[in-house]
């Protein structure tokens, strides 16, 4: 059984860092796009950032230049550095990635919460 595991969540004042990883288990033949997401309380999920397998990667406007999306093949695991975070950054944090194994898949994590208070 395939499945994603994020962990790295936590509770960290304005200003602070945060690393969050996410590994991929199971049979995996390849993985391609990986990508967080964030859903904060009352709101819709959003897109936080992807990252392809050849390491192109994308942000959405509001984490340009305080997040960083990467992520190491031979582990299957994507990594969110989260630096001069806000409150408005709290969230369950979610990884979702695209992987081939004896099918197409498309998993979603069960989220790690992300608390920004002081």
């Known amino acids: 059984q395939v499945q994603l595991v994020e962990s790295g969540g936590g509770l960290v004042q304005p200003g602070g860092s945060l690393r969050l990883s996410c590994a991929a288990s199971g049979s995996i033949f390849r993985i391609n796009s990986m990508a967080w997401y964030r859903q904060a309380p009352g709101k819709e999920r959003e897109l936080v950032a992807t990252i392809t397998n050849d390491g192109s990667t994308n942000y959405a406007d509001s984490e340009k230049g305080r997040f960083t999306i990467s992520r190491d093949n031979a582990k299957n695991t994507v990594y969110l550095q989260m630096n001069s975070l806000k409150p408005e950054d709290t969230a369950v944090y979610y990884c979702?990635?695209?992987?081939?194994?004896?099918?197409?898949?498309?998993?979603w994590g069960r989220g790690t919460l992300v608390t920004v208070s002081s």
């Open positions: 979702n990635a695209h992987i081939l194994t004896s099918r197409y898949l498309e998993l």
